[in-house]
């Protein structure tokens, strides 16, 4: 009790300047295993503390107090402490303590799923990233959980703003595979094909060591998404994807490799009678949609064919070509397209034709150029700061003693071993 | 040469009348073994397999005959076919191949053709005969180590399993006796004979690589003997399809090789009509003269209609039979491209008459073209013309700029992402060393 006691009066005490909270620190971590043992009968002394002020203080006790398992009542009143004291917390204190943090705010994302309300989840949780983020580019822990709940509690619009930041520095591979396919999940349900395309491809090519299933069930819905924006699959993934994954994965995902085959063949007919045959194993997949508007892509791809061949062509035509059931299905069809900026063109009613016109865009206006213009700004920090990772990298002691040791020798200095450290 | 004009129609009365695959008979390639004259054959109302056969000696003759009769639908033909066959076997010694033609004949020729099992274990006998003989000569030879013994040898053994049918090991004694060559005449001899013999068991590569080899001896090579080279090679390349290759080898022959090249030159560009050999040798086959000017000249019906003529001999052809529904299918599809080349806009239905198609089914072929990027243009389907398309080369290229900066943004940005992780992963094992 005492312990409890005097590190509470501690905490009040030390909370205010930075080099108080790093001794604050220090007696914390040390008096943790006391807390733990306490952890039933903290609850109360929480409401001495004060988390906007003694943030690190409450972290720790916090933590605490949520380590054993936590009943459904008992979820109620935690998940609103986590949130307030998320809200409110400073920073700085938080991230000299980056652990805890993410253990609590795992345990908050665990209690409101067990309220099964994970929309209570999502605005703090989002708050919660931004604290603990050192930047912009950093992917944390919390980036997956906090990707769960808006895909869970369907609010797909509040990830919108972590997925568009991209992200360099990476604290656990899990997180980056995790959060790539949640995040491609979140896009694809947005309809950004594009995006989704991107995250899927890091997952796929990520480096691992050993195919895990995540890189697996991102694999099948990359062929989705890619037949779906693009019209075809890839064929074998790229180099530079590591060679565990060009191994195995075609090998799991064959029924949507065929899948991209019958695809590419071009005939409805046969790419549905393969999607009834397989329902069951897309449907266990949680696939089926993605593969119904794969199909209907089909359609639209053809009609897309058209316009390269036709400049005038009539409905029932088209009907026959894309092989739709009537020209009033076409009809619709390419008036969907047009009104999605996919194609170019004119429907002539009266006798029954589609005029198929050239992309006006004419690339003379003013916001043209400025797309352009920030286009190659954007490029051009882009391209500083490959130049910056490179420069750093071949300063690394160790990539320099792996590179020094395979180099050619021509010379007689060659033959010395590479300066590892200046010893002046 | 008479009679060349009304032979076209008259072809095909009887194409339709007799259901024969061939009627009028165009010599075709030569193979090195014989040298043929250039003679289209007037024929009544059969193929005159007499004197087909008789263009022929050796080996290929009995081939051609074999393939004859299996081609031919009418029985008399391939009777007629099979008989000559027959008769060229038993001059020679060729048991397996005789056979063949026997269950092939199966006695509908009468008690003279049916299977002479005596002469065959005759010629079996004196063939293993002079097996051994040779196999104690060679092994003397090699106990003498006089080189050129033993490739004369060699040589024999070589020969003898020609005869007999034995292709393979033909070819392994002809190879074999590169070890002893010593002069580039030698060498010359030694890869002829292997082409010879690669050709009929069919494997163009070797061939392909036995012409090079024969091409790159130091010492002049006489002019029928390159004749030869450059026929045997245009073959092999033939049949690995590609038939530019195969066209410009062919036009390389002097003047007295067979038109069939000619179909094989057509999908070719313009230049070959200027070509002074290619000139020579047309004098010699008129109609397919008549052809190419007709490609040229874009009467295309006619042209085409020599072409439809001709398909049937072609069919008959042991070497192009493959190739002659590709080769046609190209060459309809250069004359289309050709037509619509120097216009901006076409009359699609002036177009179709032209190529003796309807318009839905000329719409269908200039689709497929306009797909596959040969022609640039558009149909108006409505009002059936074809208009000519030129690329807007200034939006294009604004569209690939754009497209290429955000592909380099796409793909750096994924770059740096895993060299992060790869440093990530790189470090962990370091601080699990340490």
């Not at chain 2, 033909?170 to 070890?179: E, N, Q």
Request: proline share 3%.
């Amino acid at each position: 009790m005492n312990t409890v006691e005097g590190l509470v009066n501690q905490i009040q005490g030390l909370s205010t300047t930075a080099s108080d909270v790093l001794s604050l620190q220090n007696l914390l971590k040390q008096a943790d295993d006391s807390l733990h043992a306490e952890s039933t009968r903290l609850f109360p002394f929480l409401d001495q503390l004060d988390p906007s002020k003694h943030s690190l203080g409450y972290l720790y006790f916090l933590e605490a107090c949520t380590a054993g398992p936590v009943t459904k009542e008992q979820a109620g009143s935690y998940v609103l402490m986590i949130a307030r004291f998320i809200t409110s917390c400073i920073a700085e204190q938080i991230r000299l303590a980056p652990d805890k943090f993410i253990t609590v705010c795992k345990r908050f994302k665990d209690q409101v799923l067990l309220l099964e309300e994970p929309l209570r989840g999502v605005a703090p949780m989002l708050t919660a990233i931004r604290k603990l983020q050192s930047s912009s580019e950093h992917l944390t822990a919390l980036h997956p959980e906090f990707l769960l709940l808006c895909l869970l509690s369907r609010c797909y619009k509040a990830g919108l703003s972590i997925l568009e930041e991209d992200v360099f520095e990476v604290d656990q591979p899990r997180d980056l595979f995790l959060f790539c396919y949640y995040g491609g999940m979140i896009s694809i349900g947005q309809k950004w094909f594009q995006k989704a395309l991107e995250l899927l491809h890091n997952v796929v090519t990520a480096p691992m060591s050993t195919v895990n299933a995540i890189a697996v069930e991102a694999f099948k819905k990359y062929i989705l998404v890619s037949l779906i924006h693009h019209g075809q699959s890839p064929a074998n993934l790229p180099k530079y994807a590591s060679s565990v994954a060009q191994r195995n994965l075609k090998n799991l995902c064959q029924p949507y490799i065929e899948l991209a085959n019958s695809y590419s063949n071009g005939k409805i007919a046969d790419i549905e009678t393969y999607v009834e045959a397989n329902k069951d194993k897309f449907e266990s997949d949680n696939n089926l949609g993605l593969v119904k508007q794969a199909v209907s892509s089909m359609y639209k791809r053809n009609i897309q064919r058209l316009t390269q061949t036709y400049l005038t062509l009539s409905l029932q035509d088209i009907a026959n070509r894309v092989q739709l059931n009537s020209p009033k299905e076409a009809e619709m069809h390419v008036l969907q397209m047009i009104k999605d900026g996919e194609i170019y063109a004119t429907i002539n009613q009266k006798d029954g034709m589609v005029r198929f016109l050239e992309d006006p865009e004419q690339y003379k206006t003013c916001e043209m150029i400025e797309h352009i213009d920030s286009s190659i700004q954007r490029l051009m920090t882009l391209s500083k700061k490959l130049n910056g990772v490179d420069e750093l990298m071949s300063c690394d002691p160790l990539y320099l003693l792996k590179a020094g040791r395979e180099r050619q020798r021509f010379d007689f200095d060659d033959f010395d071993n590479v300066p590892q450290r200046f010893n002046i | 040469m008479d009679g060349e004009d009304d032979a076209p129609k008259s072809l095909m009365e009887e194409m339709y009348a007799n259901g024969i695959e061939g009627v009028d008979d165009a010599p075709s390639s030569s193979t090195s073994t014989t040298i043929r004259k250039n003679r289209p054959i007037i024929s009544g109302e059969q193929l005159d397999i007499e004197a087909y056969a008789a263009l022929y000696s050796g080996r290929t003759k009995i081939m051609r005959l074999i393939f004859l009769a299996d081609h031919c639908d009418n029985s008399g033909m391939q009777l007629e076919a099979l008989r000559m066959a027959y008769d060229e076997l038993k001059k020679g010694e060729n048991t397996q191949l005789f056979r063949e033609v026997v269950q092939k004949i199966d006695g509908r020729l009468g008690p003279n053709y049916s299977m002479d099992a005596t002469w065959c274990a005759m010629v079996d006998r004196k063939a293993d005969q002079r097996k051994d003989k040779l196999e104690s000569e060679l092994n003397a030879y090699r106990t003498n180590l006089i080189k050129e013994s033993i490739r004369m040898g060699y040589n024999d053994f070589g020969d003898f399993y020609y005869a007999h049918g034995a292709l393979g090991d033909a070819f392994k004694s002809y190879v074999r006796t590169r070890d002893y060559c010593t002069t580039s005449k030698h060498i010359i001899q030694m890869c002829l004979s292997a082409i010879l013999v690669s050709i009929e068991m069919g494997q163009f590569a070797h061939v392909t690589s036995y012409v090079s080899k024969a091409e790159q001896t130091p010492e002049a090579l006489d002019p029928p003997t390159i004749a030869k080279l450059r026929c045997a090679a245009g073959l092999a390349h033939l049949e690995a399809k590609k038939y530019k290759l195969a066209a410009r080898k062919f036009l390389e022959v002097g003047p007295e090789l067979g038109n069939s090249y000619s179909e094989v030159i057509a999908p070719q560009d313009n230049k070959v009509i200027d070509n002074i050999n290619f000139r020579n040798f047309l004098e010699l086959v008129p109609e397919v003269r008549e052809l190419i000017n007709d490609f040229y000249s874009s009467h295309y019906a006619s042209c085409l209609e020599y072409l439809g003529n001709l398909k049937s001999n072609l069919m008959l052809d042991i070497h192009i039979h493959d190739h002659v529904e590709t080769l046609y299918d190209q060459i309809r599809s250069k004359a289309l491209i050709q037509y619509t080349h120097p216009f901006v806009s076409v009359d699609m239905r002036m177009m179709a008459d032209a190529f003796k198609t309807s318009v839905a089914g000329l719409e269908k072929e200039l689709e497929s073209l306009i797909t596959d990027n040969q022609i640039q243009a558009r149909i108006d389907s409505h009002n059936k013309i074809l208009y000519a398309r030129h690329a807007d080369q200034r939006n294009a290229t604004f569209q690939r700029v754009l497209q290429t900066g955000n592909e380099f943004d796409w793909d750096v940005r994924a770059m740096l992402l895993r060299a992060n992780l790869l440093k990530h992963e790189y470090n962990l094992r370091a601080s699990r060393k340490i």
